[in-house]
């Protein structure tokens, strides 16, 4: 089999994020004509919410406006056959963030494996992934062990990665999750899988050319 051709995207994400769940399924599938260089930088879209989980309700949106929200969502899931629980509870994401950042130095495959199970234990097994001892045991399930999942929260490093994805956005202009960015194309919010595919092959004419 030939060598694929080599892509950077930049994606913009957080893990309580129902699109953000949904794009990361559709950019994956770009895996079967691009070896994928994938930069995730997390952002906080609700610092605000409890650690503790509270019901979607408590956030400050009009009930008609999330009702057509998740019917969006739902739509969107069964059309592309991802799996995902009703969305009734949301939570703090910073501790699986700076979790996800600190499991970037033990490889791509650890990485990768903790992601998955992030997105999966939030929307599908809708766990509490803002609680500690939750995202521990998750951790733990990726061989990650306790001197990194100690010093996640507890490194200032991480909490400055963090920081830089979200001063770095701001100076992209990048306001809202997901985003994905594919050399100087910018897409946001529920993007086709075909969208995506044009992005990464208009980047590759554009290194060709």
């Known amino acids: 089999m030939a060598n694929l051709p080599e892509i950077k995207v930049t994606v913009y994400s957080d893990y309580i994020c129902p699109f953000c769940y949904v794009g990361h399924h559709r950019l994956m ?42 019917r969006n969502l739902k739509r969107v899931a069964e059309e592309e056959n991802i799996p995902l629980a009703e969305h009734t509870f949301t939570t703090n994401s910073k501790d699986a963030s700076l979790l996800a950042e600190a499991s970037k130095q033990l490889g791509r495959e650890t990485f990768y494996q903790l992601h998955e199970k992030l997105f999966t234990a939030f929307f599908v097994d809708k766990r509490n992934i803002g609680d500690r001892d939750i995202l521990r045991g998750i951790a733990k399930e990726c061989g990650i062990n306790n001197q990194t999942i100690d010093a996640a929260w507890t490194e200032e490093k991480y909490r400055q990665r963090l920081l830089e994805n979200f001063n770095h956005a701001k100076k992209h202009k990048i306001k809202s999750v997901p985003s994905f960015i594919f050399g100087k194309r910018v897409l946001t919010g529920v993007v086709d899988e075909a969208v995506m595919r044009d992005a990464a092959a208009e980047l590759i004419k554009t290194k060709t050319d």
């Open 29 to 70: 599938r770009l895996k079967d004509s691009y070896d994928l260089k994938i930069n995730w930088c997390f952002l906080e879209i609700h610092p605000e919410n409890s650690a503790k989980g509270e019901p979607v309700t408590d956030l400050d949106y009009s009930s008609e406006f999330w009702n057509e929200l998740m």
